[in-house]
């Protein structure tokens, strides 16, 4: 039978798409990269998976980060060749660049000490745990390692001190 989680159980959880939470990539966080302002993280990744500039470019204007998903997931639209290995750089590189701009998402970031981070969706088993909670989490681990590279140069201040 299935055992009972309690790391799981107690872990910090937060929905992808819920745009009021700060580690979010649909929050109103828009960040700058690659010579662009992007509204979300969200448009930001699913542009960037995009085969044509074209259609890149319309994930970018997308109204909100739900549309920009929806556009960047439809199953008619090719992705680029390599998508699959590039996903998790694109959000490493933009949810790094959130925390370094917003000193709130960077200190909720921080506040989750050492807690495991759950991206608790119940249908997305790559970015989030899935329904069965066997997902890979992705987006949970990627935001642990960006937590990580955040503690850095404080742990390297604190070594030279």
Not at 113 to 124: C, P, R
Not at 134 to 150: F, H, P, T
């Amino acid at each position: 039978m299935f055992q009972h989680d309690l790391e799981k159980e107690n872990a910090y959880r937060f929905s992808r798409f819920d745009g009021t939470h700060l580690l979010s990539t649909s929050s109103p966080h828009p960040i700058e990269l690659e010579g662009k302002t992007w509204t979300t993280v969200e448009h930001y990744v699913q542009s960037q998976l995009a085969r044509s500039e074209d259609y890149a470019r319309r994930i970018r204007k997308a109204e909100t980060a739900e549309e920009a998903h929806a556009l960047g997931n439809s199953w008619f639209r090719r992705k680029r060749a390599n998508w699959k290995s590039l996903r998790r750089v694109l959000m490493t590189r933009a949810l790094y660049t959130k925390a370094q701009m917003y000193g709130a998402v960077r200190e909720a970031l921080l506040e989750t000490g050492d807690e495991l981070i759950l991206e608790v969706s119940l249908y997305d088993y790559y970015w989030g745990i899935g329904r069965d909670q066997r997902g890979e989490n992705m987006l949970g681990k990627v935001w642990m390692d960006v937590r990580s590279k955040l503690r850095e140069p404080a742990e390297n201040q604190h070594a030279q001190d």
